[in-house]
């Protein structure tokens, strides 16, 4: 199903505000776009890694934003939740303390962790929206960068080594 153009103008309106607002920092690899055909999910993908990525995740018909962690890397998703068991946190409370850092103050935040088509493994938390057109607001805006940026802080250690 098409979208309507003007929601189609929201939403690529959304996304450059996020993929400019990382776009100077050396901490987001290059970015590219996963978009499906149906117009269910508009993803922007910053590159961590060769397999691995930092996503947000415009969800128009839900709606809501998805901000998290993708890896088409099986062992990469062990290592990650080997990191959080050895934090000694659950989940929420490691994604959390990420958020926390990045100046988001978000109790046990909702982390879905899944794996998608058997080749894509997701740590996310979902943002509800009232309505698309809350993506235009500064508020929803500076909290999907928070979020963004507390997903790089929580998870950076455990996906980005010395050697990449």
């Not at 996963?34 to 397999?51: I, Q, W, Y």
Request: hydrophobic content about 40%; some cysteine; overall charge negative.
């Amino acid at each position: 199903m098409a979208l309507p153009e003007d929601l189609m103008e929201r939403i690529e309106s959304f996304r450059s505000y996020v993929e400019g607002a990382v776009e100077a920092d050396d901490r987001y690899g290059k970015v590219s776009r996963h978009d499906r055909d149906d117009g269910s999910t508009m993803a922007s993908r910053f590159e961590a890694s060769e397999s691995c990525w930092f996503e947000v995740a415009v969800r128009p018909m839900v709606p809501q934003v998805r901000v998290g962690f993708v890896t088409n890397d099986r062992w990469k998703s062990e290592e990650v939740e080997q990191a959080i068991q050895d934090s000694g946190d659950s989940m929420e409370e490691f994604v959390e303390s990420g958020f926390s850092e990045a100046g988001l103050d978000w109790d046990e935040p909702p982390v879905e962790h899944y794996r998608e088509a058997d080749e894509l493994f997701y740590f996310a938390t979902p943002l509800v929206l009232d309505d698309v057109v809350d993506l235009d607001e500064t508020a929803v805006r500076d909290k999907v960068v928070r979020m963004l940026e507390g997903y790089l802080i929580a998870f950076g250690p455990a996906i980005i080594t010395e050697e990449e």
